[in-house]
């Protein structure tokens, strides 16, 4: 596992890289659970100040799966594929479940 993937997982700061520019990954205290339209969410992408913020207290079951939501919400941003939450929470899901099924991730 890489260094960086392994600080998120243990809830610390981490740098990532999107498309050549280097983004933040944050646990921040002040945010328990961040809102997104309108409902709950563990974590915000922040494209434009090229950060991701996690909730403190998200659970460790949800940091990868979140993480991997706010990675598609960041391209979504970037490329303005104009994708709603609910199809970005389908790729979310469906990724993870590659992935696992596969056991490319544990
Ligand atoms: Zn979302």
Redesign the pocket.
């Known amino acids: 596992m890489s260094k960086e993937l392994n600080k998120i997982l243990n809830r610390q700061s981490a740098k990532m890289i999107f498309f050549g520019r280097e983004y933040d990954v944050l646990f921040n205290t002040k945010l328990l659970k961040v809102k997104?339209?309108g409902t709950t969410?563990w974590a915000e992408?922040q494209p434009a100040f090229k950060r991701i913020v996690f909730a403190e207290d998200i659970p460790d079951d949800f940091i990868f799966s979140t993480l991997i939501?706010?990675i598609i919400?960041t391209i979504n941003w970037s490329f303005d594929m104009g994708l709603d939450?609910c199809k970005?929470?389908t790729l979310e899901t469906s990724i993870c479940a590659i992935l696992m099924d596969n056991k490319l991730i544990k």
Request: hydrophobic share 30%; aromatic share 0%; glycine share 0%.
């Open positions: 997104e339209n969410a992408a939501h706010e919400e939450h970005i929470t």
